[in-house]
């Protein structure tokens, strides 16, 4: 066998070589997607004081999608609770009393369907929180909840309401609350059942980019 035949033989088997290594560099390289995170929240207490005509106080309970859990950080919070009232890590504060200073890019909009229907995020609905209005509305029939009035005063959530969230550090999130009293029961009574425990299921997704749960 010639060199000239030898010397093309073995420029074949380095560049086949070469284009394997190459390959199996990049694959090493595609870190594989995180888990999609789905949990349920139990009694998460977000008590006020004030309301009913007087001035509403009291610290929100603020909640991590990331960690899973509430949180006092001034900044690694994701949505907050305080009576009725949800609040984002995003826009800036209504100017209430103890209410935190936002300082993340989280927003939220409200999607009809269930959690199982909701499968993808839409990025034009997002809404954050103002000086004038939070991004999700207060008051009966008008945000998450209805409140019954006289006789029962119950306050249910409304069916068929799910909350998309954009977290605070541009990741997604969907929520849907299934009560607002201690331990959910299936009939509660506003005169006997503690207020507010909030009851939720979410779905988190932790990947950067995905728009879809």
């Known amino acids: ?15 086949l070589f070469i284009g394997f290594t190459s390959c199996s560099s990049d694959d090493d390289n ?4 995180l888990e999609v995170a789905s949990e349920t929240v139990s009694n998460l207490h977000a008590p006020q004081t004030g309301g009913q005509g007087q001035p509403v106080s009291g610290q929100f309970a603020k909640f991590n999608f ?22 984002v890590n995003g826009g ?23 959690m199982a229907s ?10 954050q929180d103002s000086d004038t209005r939070y991004a999700i509305p207060t008051g009966s029939g008008n945000g998450w909840y209805n409140y019954a009035g006289p006789p029962t005063h119950l306050i249910t959530p409304i069916p068929g309401k799910v909350f998309v969230f954009k977290t ?25 059942d503690a207020t507010p425990y909030y009851t939720f299921n979410y779905v988190y997704q932790p990947n950067t980019g995905v728009t879809t749960f």
């Open 30 to 33: 595609s870190a594989p997607l």
């Open 168 to 192: 605070r550090n541009g990741l997604y999130a969907k929520v849907e609350i299934l009560s607002y009293y201690e331990n959910a029961p299936t009939n509660p009574d506003a005169f006997t």
């Open 92 to 114: 800036t504060t209504l100017g209430t009393t103890d209410e935190p200073n936002r300082t993340g890019e989280a927003a939220v909009y409200i999607a009809n369907g269930t």
């Open 66 to 87: 990331e960690t899973g859990k509430t949180t006092t950080s001034d900044t690694d919070w994701d949505i907050a609770f305080r009576g009725t009232s949800i609040i």
């Open 1 to 15: 066998m010639s060199k000239t035949i030898k010397t093309i033989q073995l420029l074949a088997i380095v560049a």
């Open 118 to 127: 909701v499968t993808n995020v839409n990025t034009s609905l997002f809404t």
